[in-house]
């Protein structure tokens, strides 16, 4: 993405402010979904097959809704795919909460993970148009808000649930910060933004850079890095004697942090630099974690969330950075590659899981010893996925350094 025209400050940092809103409904509708399944399984009658179902709808609108986004974003602008997340948010919430059933959920699912793909599909390109100088910082700091809504909505959940309130009030919550990203943008317009990458034909061409197939493929190994080992942590912690609360609040806590304050360390270590440097500790932490016990765990878990905070957000920083050409498309795909690894991956954790669990049952453990054993078989298996991303990385950065040291005369 190229250099901005004449935008004020102020226009360019209510942009910004809406992009951030919205992102907090996307991190929140992932956060109190997942907390109120189990009521809706109980309410409806569905089984845990159909529970499932219902919340991989979620991830399938959002690649989906990526790769339209990005399709788009050259001829309609990133208002329009906004404005579009907005209708979906606040259509899909409104729908869950009178849902009667199976597919009542499943679609308003669907609706509430395609507009969560549409406010990344719309708000990425343009923070990167508005700061061209600044890009990988400022999609790092628009980006704390993923871990942050996620705190917001557990802290709601959980909160909600104490008072007694049911999910319906729990849902109808996420309407809030809806409306007010809706208002914020109600008679505003986008700033108008040059670019040189405006041609979605142009974009497809672009996407045969062997940089960017590189770092597609990588962006499949950096979202099950992040992700994969989430659900498997809190059971070795749980196993420790942790409180998911905590587990939670302490990872989304080190990821909004380190993504508020990533300016200074991407100016000094560079895109590359900071990839590398994730998957080192990606690997070290998840290394710890099948290696500690007890209330040492807790540090292994702070070394694994330092490692998976500038993942997301960096990748899609070095794509406009170093595949500038690929515009709006080529950062929507980036990230839809993700969200598909994730859904491909899944059903193998899973399996890695049964045959863990299977293995260590056969072996006579029960209870806590029981996951603490099965959630470090998954995680001695995910842990190649950063492993690799080590040599990945680590090839990249030498290769990018080289470059620029040729391209300034060094």
């Not at 700091?141 to 917001?152: A, K, L, M, Q």
């Not at 998976?308 to 950062?331: H, S």
């Not at 090839?395 to 470059?403: E, S």
Request: net charge neutral.
């Amino acid at each position: 993405m190229n250099a901005r025209t004449d935008i004020s400050d102020k226009s360019a940092k209510r942009v910004f402010n809406i992009s951030c809103i919205a992102l907090i409904v996307t991190a929140m509708t992932f956060a109190i979904r997942a907390g109120i399944l189990p009521e809706l399984g109980e309410q409806y009658g569905l089984s845990g097959k159909e529970l499932g179902w219902i919340a991989s709808m979620a991830f399938f609108g959002f690649p989906l809704a990526m790769i339209f986004g990005g399709a788009l974003y050259n001829a309609v602008g990133a208002k329009l795919i906004v404005w579009l997340a907005f209708i979906g948010h606040a259509l899909g919430l409104v729908l869950t909460i009178i849902a009667d059933g199976f597919w009542g959920l499943m679609i308003s699912t669907f609706l509430v993970g395609f507009a969560n793909g549409l406010v990344e599909a719309g708000c990425n390109p343009i923070i990167a148009q508005l700061f061209p100088n600044n890009k990988t910082a400022m999609l790092n700091r628009f980006h704390v808000w993923f871990p942050g809504g996620i705190v917001i909505g557990s802290l709601v959940s959980a909160g909600m649930t104490q008072l007694g309130l049911g999910w319906e009030a729990q849902v109808a919550t996420m309407l809030v910060p809806t409306a007010i990203y809706g208002v914020m943008m109600f008679g505003f317009e986008f700033p108008a933004l040059e670019t040189e990458d405006d041609s979605t034909s142009g974009n497809l061409k672009a996407l045969l850079n062997p940089i960017y197939i590189f770092l597609f493929v990588c962006m499949t190994m950096t979202a099950v890095s992040e992700f994969g080992p989430g659900q498997w942590i809190n059971k070795i912690l749980e196993a420790s004697g942790a409180t998911p609360m905590l587990i939670l609040a302490l990872i989304t806590g080190i990821m909004a942090l380190g993504r508020f304050y990533a300016g200074p360390l991407v100016h000094k270590l560079s895109p590359p630099g900071v990839l590398l440097v994730s998957a080192i500790l990606s690997t070290l932490g998840l290394f710890l974690m099948t290696q500690l016990q007890g209330s040492a765990v807790y540090f292994a878990a702070v070394i694994f969330a330092l490692g998976i905070t500038y993942f997301w957000p960096t990748m899609i920083g070095c794509t406009t950075e170093y595949t500038p050409k690929t515009g709006a498309l080529g950062m929507s795909l980036m990230g839809g590659a993700g969200m598909f690894a994730m859904g491909w991956w899944n059903p193998i954790i899973g399996g890695w899981i049964d045959s863990a669990t299977a293995k260590a049952e056969a072996a006579g453990l029960t209870g806590n010893e029981l996951a603490l054993a099965s959630g470090q078989a998954a995680i001695s298996n995910l842990m190649l996925f950063p492993a690799v991303l080590i040599v990945a990385f680590g090839g990249f950065y030498f290769i990018m350094r080289k470059k620029h040291s040729e391209s300034s005369g060094d």
